[in-house]
C-alpha cells in the first residue's frame, strides 16, 4: 500500500491531470485529498457551533445537522479508499487555520475560525458549501467541490477496481448510517450523495429528489438572513430568506484567529489551548487507528473524544483575549507536533 508521508496531493494538480490518465493510483491520491477536504469544513463549523451559549437554539441544531454531514462524507471517503486497498492517513490530512480549502479549491475563500457571527456564517460557511448550480455560474474556471467529486465518480465509473479489500466501518452518524462499500455502484451513489447533501448539489432547496432537508448552502442563509428560506412569487425557480424567523443566538464573542497560534497568551490561556490540541490531536490518531486496524472500538472512542473537545473549547471561551477584552479564545485546532503521525514525523 501507498504510505502518505506529507499532507495529500493538492486537488488542484489532481484535476489538472487528462481525464485518460484518471487510474487507480489517481482515484485513491484524490480520495486521500477528499478526506482532508471534508476534515477541513469540521474546525470552523465547531467553533460556529461551540460559541453559542443559547441552548437547543436553531442555529445550533443547523450547525450540528453539518458537522454530522461532514464527518458521514469523511467517514464515506475513508471506507471508499479502504474498499480499493489503501489505508486512510487522517493525521497528515488535518489543516492549519487560516487558510485556503485544501487544494487550493475555490482558491478565493479564506478559512477562519471565529465565533458564530451573520459575517462569519456568510464568508466562510456560505462559501464552503456553495453549490455549482444554479448560484455559482461565474466560477466556472475554477475548481469546485462538486467538479472535483464529479471526476472522482467518473473515474470509479471507468476504471471500476476491485472492491472490498481494506478495513471499512460502519457507524449511525447523525441522519446517516456509515456502511461498507462492496461494489463500485454503491460508491458512485454514496459521491452523489455527498453533493447532494452540501457540496455541489444542482437541486433546487425543494426538490423532491432531496432528502427532505435543506442542502447546507441554504441552511447556513437561513441563520445569515435570519430568515426561512420560502419560494417567491416571482417563478417556480425563485427563492429567498424572507420566511418565518430565525433568531440570531446568544454566542461567546470568540475572536477571529489571525495565524495559527493566539499570540502571546497567558500561562493559564496556553495550558487550555495545549489540552484542546492534544483533545484533538488524540480524536484523528484514533480514527486513524480505526481505519488502519479496523477497530471500531477505536472509532467509538474517536466519537467520545469528540464530544470532549466541546467543554475544551468554551474553557477557552470564557477567557477575554490578552488584547481585546470585547473578544475571547478560542481552540487553534493544532496537531500535536510531537505525535508520530504528525507530518514532520512521517
Not at 464568508?123 to 472522482?152: N, Q
Not at 457540496?199 to 430568515?227: N, V
Not at 489540552?275 to 472509532?299: I, Q, V
Request: glycine share 8%; proline share 9%.
Amino acid at each position: 500500500m501507498t504510505t502518505f508521508a506529507t499532507k495529500p496531493m493538492p486537488i488542484a494538480e489532481l484535476m489538472e491531470i487528462p481525464k485518460a490518465d484518471h487510474d487507480l493510483k489517481w482515484i485513491k491520491d484524490s480520495l486521500q485529498s477528499a478526506i482532508a477536504l471534508e476534515l477541513s469544513t469540521l474546525p470552523p463549523y465547531l467553533c460556529g457551533m461551540w460559541s453559542i451559549k443559547t441552548r437547543s437554539s436553531e442555529a445550533e441544531a443547523l450547525i450540528k445537522g453539518v458537522v454530522y454531514d461532514e464527518m458521514f462524507h469523511m467517514g464515506m471517503a475513508c471506507n471508499m479508499l479502504s474498499a480499493i486497498g489503501e489505508t486512510p492517513h487522517i493525521l497528515a490530512a488535518a489543516p492549519t487555520y487560516p487558510g485556503k480549502l485544501p487544494g487550493n479549491v475555490r482558491p478565493t475563500i479564506d478559512v477562519y475560525l471565529q465565533g458564530l457571527t451573520q459575517t462569519y456564517v456568510r464568508e466562510v460557511f456560505m462559501e464552503i458549501e456553495m453549490p455549482e448550480s444554479p448560484l455559482a455560474p461565474l466560477y466556472e474556471e475554477w475548481i469546485t467541490i462538486g467538479k472535483f467529486y464529479d471526476a472522482v465518480r467518473d473515474a470509479f465509473d471507468n476504471v471500476k477496481p476491485p472492491i472490498g479489500s481494506g478495513h471499512q466501518m460502519e457507524r449511525q452518524i447523525g441522519r446517516n448510517k456509515l456502511e461498507k462499500f462492496t461494489s463500485v455502484d454503491q460508491i458512485t451513489k454514496a459521491i452523489d450523495v455527498i453533493k447532494e447533501q452540501g457540496e455541489g448539489t444542482s437541486h433546487l432547496p425543494d426538490d423532491p429528489t432531496a432528502d427532505g432537508r435543506l442542502a447546507h448552502y441554504y441552511g447556513f442563509g437561513e441563520i445569515w438572513k435570519g430568515h426561512r428560506l420560502v419560494p417567491t412569487p416571482t417563478g417556480p425557480t425563485a427563492y429567498d430568506w424572507i420566511g418565518d424567523p430565525v433568531p440570531f443566538p446568544e454566542t461567546y464573542p470568540m475572536g477571529r484567529l489571525t495565524a495559527e497560534r493566539w499570540p502571546n497568551p497567558t500561562e493559564k490561556v496556553q495550558g487550555l489551548l495545549t489540552a484542546f490540541n492534544d483533545k484533538y490531536t488524540e480524536m484523528l490518531s484514533l480514527m486513524e487507528k480505526a481505519w488502519r486496524d479496523g477497530d471500531d472500538a477505536a472509532l467509538g472512542q474517536s466519537i467520545i473524544a469528540m464530544y470532549a473537545l466541546k467543554p475544551a473549547a468554551q474553557e477557552l471561551m470564557a477567557e477575554p483575549l490578552r488584547d481585546d477584552s470585547a473578544h475571547v479564545y478560542g481552540p487553534e485546532f493544532l496537531i500535536h507536533s510531537a505525535h508520530p503521525g504528525h507530518p514532520k514525523h512521517a
